[in-house]
Each structure stands twice: as C-alpha cells, then as structure tokens.
C-alpha cells in the first residue's frame, strides 16, 4: 500500500486559496488518489479522485505532475465551514475497496 | 445521491454489556461494506471488511470475537461489540461499497461510550 504524508495542520483565513499537499512516492501504475473532508463526529464525504494531471469538481481542483509522486488538493476562497481535516488516499482501485486513512491535515480557516 | 446511514447515533452502555451498530445503505446495494474506529485526534482506523453472505476479513490486531460483523442482506451489515469495556469506547463510521459503480460512501457514524 502506497504511503502518505501530508502536513499536520494548515491555518488560512476566510477567502484564501489553501492548497494542500500530498506525498505518496510509492504509489503504483494502476493507483488512483483520492481526498475525503471530515467534520467533527461525522462520517467523511468524498471531495474529488484523479489518476494523472488535473481534475476539478464545483468544490476543488487536484493537480497531479506527471511523476504522479505528490498531489495537491486545492480550495479555492474557503470559508469557515471548510474547517476540516483532509485526507489523502492512494490507491484504492486495486485493494477491493479497502480505504486506508492516514493522519490527514486538519485546516483550520479564521475570519 | 447514495446514502448510507448508521443507527443508533450514540449509544452509552455499561461495562460488560454488549451493543450492536447498525449501517445501511438506503438507496443502493452494497455487497461490501467497511467498518472503522476512530479515537479522539486521531485518523480512521480500517477493522473489517463485512461482504454480504460471508464471513468478515478483520484487520491485523482487531479480535473478531469481540468484534462481531453481520452482513446478511445487500443493504445492511452489524457490528456488535462484545462485553464492551471503556477502551472500547470510540467513533465507529461504516462505509458501503456500491456494487454497479464501486463508488464509496460514509455513513454518520456511532459514538459509542461504555461507563
């Protein structure tokens, strides 16, 4: 299984773009990445999956270069609700639908 | 879009009795379904894949005795935590795997404390 790292916490203020970033140097061929939001005491809710270049949903966009070795979760303009923690997965097509979470970033936006 | 739920929300029990968590997928059929703990501050952690009609596949260091998953229909999968003690004590979310497109979906999760 392909290992993440992300940073612990990110602070950012209201309207900013944050970016987060991603490591997975391990990740293979057939690997897609995918990032989930949590809230406190709730489940996690899928925010968007890319295989190579740049993805983009109404809610963020995902680059990933073409070494596939790191990937970035981009929000644009975030607002209080996006606190949040963020985790990167990688990998998940070829292991049966299994979902290994690593620590995640946990975002904090102020007014 | 798909929606899986979890019952009860919360539950506090004593130490020593058992409890049982309910995930059900309400508007798809989910021949997988997964069950995790989550801590105060920490990341999900995977405990076992429940399949319909078969026996659940528990993670390395989750006892499956203490631990018991049903999978008995498409739509719903249990998990019943055994002679429960305080460090069971813990935020267990399910998640359902649905069978056409493979997409994967949470549910709310069960905050459970056992006093």
């Known amino acids: 299984l392909a290992k993440t790292t992300q940073p612990i916490s990110m602070d950012s203020y209201e309207g900013q773009e944050v970016n987060i970033t991603c490591s997975h140097n391990n990740i293979a061929t057939n690997d897609y990445i995918t990032w989930y939001q949590q809230f406190p005491s709730q489940g996690p809710r899928f925010i968007i999956q890319?295989?190579?270049t740049k993805v983009t949903n109404e809610v963020a966009s995902l680059f990933i270069p073409a070494d596939r070795k790191s990937s970035t979760l981009s929000l644009p303009r975030v607002s209080l609700s996006d606190t949040a923690v963020y985790y990167c997965l990688v990998g998940v097509e070829n292991q049966g639908g299994k979902l290994i979470f690593g620590q995640g970033t946990e975002l904090s936006v102020k007014p | 879009g798909a929606v899986v739920s979890q019952h009860p929300s919360w539950v506090i029990c004593k130490s020593g009795t058992s409890v049982k968590i309910e995930c059900r997928s309400l508007?798809?059929?989910?021949?997988?379904m997964f069950w995790y703990r989550q801590f105060p501050k920490q990341s999900l952690m995977l405990m076992a894949t429940?399949?319909?009609?078969?026996?659940?596949?528990?993670e390395q260091g989750v006892e499956k005795d203490k631990f018991l998953i049903n999978h008995a229909s498409l739509t719903l999968s249990t998990l019943t935590v055994t002679s429960a003690h305080p460090e069971d004590s813990s935020f267990y979310i399910c998640?359902?795997?649905?069978?056409?497109?493979?997409?994967?979906?949470f549910g709310p999760g069960t905050r459970l404390t056992v006093t």
């Open positions: 429940s399949n319909e009609g078969s026996k659940a596949t528990y």
């Open positions: 998640s359902a795997r649905e069978v056409r497109e493979g997409e994967q979906y």
């Open positions: 508007d798809f059929q989910a021949t997988t």
């Open positions: 890319g295989y190579k």
